[in-house]
C-alpha cells in the first residue's frame, strides 16, 4: 500500500517531522490542527472561530488524500478550558452534521498561548 503525505507548508511540519495528513489505503490520520494564520498572524479571538479555522484546514487536506468531511469516524478535540467547549462544539457539528464521528474532548495547554483549540481527525473512505 502506498503511503500519501499531505502538508500544509508549515515550517514546523519539516522541523518537528510531521505531515498535516497521511493517508494509507483507505485511511486518512489528520495532525492535530491548530488555528494557525497566514504570516502567522493572530488568530481569531473565540473559540467558536477559531474551532471554524482548524476544521477549514483539516477539510483542505482531507480533499487532498481524497477524501471530505463525510469521511470523518474520529475527531478529538482539545481546548485550553473546559468552558470552551459548547462553542467549540458548535462549530464541530456544523462540520460534522451528516458524519457525527466519535469524538473526545480534552482539557489541556496548547503550543501557543493564542490558540484556545486543536483538532484533530481520522477517516474512512468508503467506496461510492
Do not use: N
Amino acid at each position: 500500500m502506498r503511503r500519501q503525505l499531505i502538508s500544509s507548508g508549515a515550517a514546523f511540519e519539516e522541523r518537528v517531522g510531521y505531515s498535516r495528513a497521511v493517508r494509507v489505503g483507505d485511511r486518512v490520520w489528520v495532525s492535530g490542527t491548530a488555528p494557525i494564520m497566514p504570516g502567522d498572524a493572530d488568530p481569531p479571538k473565540t473559540p467558536y472561530e477559531q474551532a471554524h479555522v482548524c476544521l477549514a484546514i483539516i477539510e483542505r487536506a482531507l480533499r487532498e488524500a481524497g477524501a471530505s468531511m463525510d469521511d470523518v469516524v474520529r475527531t478529538r478535540i482539545f481546548v485550553t478550558d473546559a468552558a470552551f467547549i459548547d462553542d467549540v462544539g458548535r462549530a464541530h457539528g456544523d462540520a460534522f452534521a451528516r458524519a457525527r464521528p466519535a469524538t473526545t474532548g480534552i482539557v489541556t495547554q496548547l503550543l501557543d498561548p493564542r490558540w484556545l483549540v486543536e483538532i484533530e481527525a481520522e477517516a474512512v473512505i468508503l467506496p461510492s
